[in-house]
């Protein structure tokens, strides 16, 4: 039986016709405290994100509030039960309206890794749920009974380890609720974003035009729209290929022109920011 009881949790609720609606279930509710700051925290006071916190630990039914036992098979560390992951993810469905249930994301170093495209894809989704593992990780059956019922999803946000999932929730729920129209108020700050193309944003100054015996690059104090656009293009092709020689592999060579050609077989002469040269370019003139 699922628990019918609301759990003690903090909650930011939005209007009726919320645009995304978000759960995140940890046994540490105030690690998620970061998303009612900023931009975050204003997008669901008008609304836009309906984003609750669920302690797991309301889901245990013991004087100690177990969530965690040994491994079976042996070894260090700790696994979490099944049972109080059973009784909350059962406790969120249930909240579903005409049959709907979240899509469940499970942060992890053994996912798909967690991108720009996937954001995008969250962000158009109207429910996401969120389960923060601990220790050694959740017992592996509440993945394949989730699977079953709802949308699954192990995400990982990088080649490395944190203690637990709220990190990499605090990450992912920014990422995608930026993308939900309305939270920025510019939207077209969003088209020029490293990722959002395959390529890494260009450098960014503000005022003084002079600071410390630096400059601004000439062309921004130009007022040429159409040369600064250039820079800026030019100037993302660099550092993508000096920091991310990965993504300029997968850029498609039929969306480059005549000039992005020509500062890639630039780059290719030059050391990267470590003082590497590359001399196999992946592509060239």
Request: hydrophobic fraction near 35%; include cysteine; aromatic fraction near 6%.
């Amino acid at each position: 039986m699922c628990s019918t009881r609301p759990p003690v949790c903090w909650t930011w609720t939005g209007c009726e016709d919320r645009r995304v609606r978000v759960d995140v279930v940890t046994i540490f509710p105030e690690y998620l405290s970061p998303l009612d700051l900023s931009l975050i925290g204003k997008a669901r006071q008008d609304g836009l994100i309906d984003l609750e916190v669920h302690d797991l630990r309301d889901f245990t039914h013991d004087r100690h509030r177990t969530v965690d036992d040994t491994p079976y098979g042996g070894g260090a560390g700790m696994v979490m039960r099944p049972e109080p992951w059973g009784e909350a993810l059962g406790h969120l469905m249930a909240a579903g309206e005409h049959g709907e249930v979240p899509h469940l994301l499970v942060p992890g170093p053994g996912g798909i890794p967690f991108t720009q495209a996937m954001a995008h894809e969250l962000a158009a989704e109207p429910w996401l749920a969120f389960a923060c593992g601990r220790y050694e990780g959740i017992d592996e059956r509440v993945l394949e009974e989730a699977r079953g019922q709802m949308p699954t999803t192990v995400v990982s946000v990088g080649d490395y380890v944190l203690n637990g999932g709220e990190a990499a929730v605090l990450v992912m729920v920014e990422a995608v609720a930026r993308l939900v129209p309305g939270v920025i108020g510019n939207a077209e700050s969003l088209v020029e974003e490293s990722h959002e193309d395959g390529l890494l944003e260009y450098p960014v100054f503000t005022k003084p035009p002079s600071w410390r015996g630096r400059g601004v690059p000439e062309v921004l104090l130009s007022g040429h729209h159409g040369q600064i656009a250039r820079w800026r293009r030019d100037e993302r092709l660099r550092r993508t290929a000096l920091r991310r020689p990965d993504m300029i592999e997968r850029l498609d060579p039929a969306d480059l022109d005549a000039r992005d050609r020509e500062v890639l077989t630039d780059l290719s002469e030059l050391p990267d920011e470590h003082g590497r040269f590359d001399t196999n370019h992946p592509i060239s003139g």
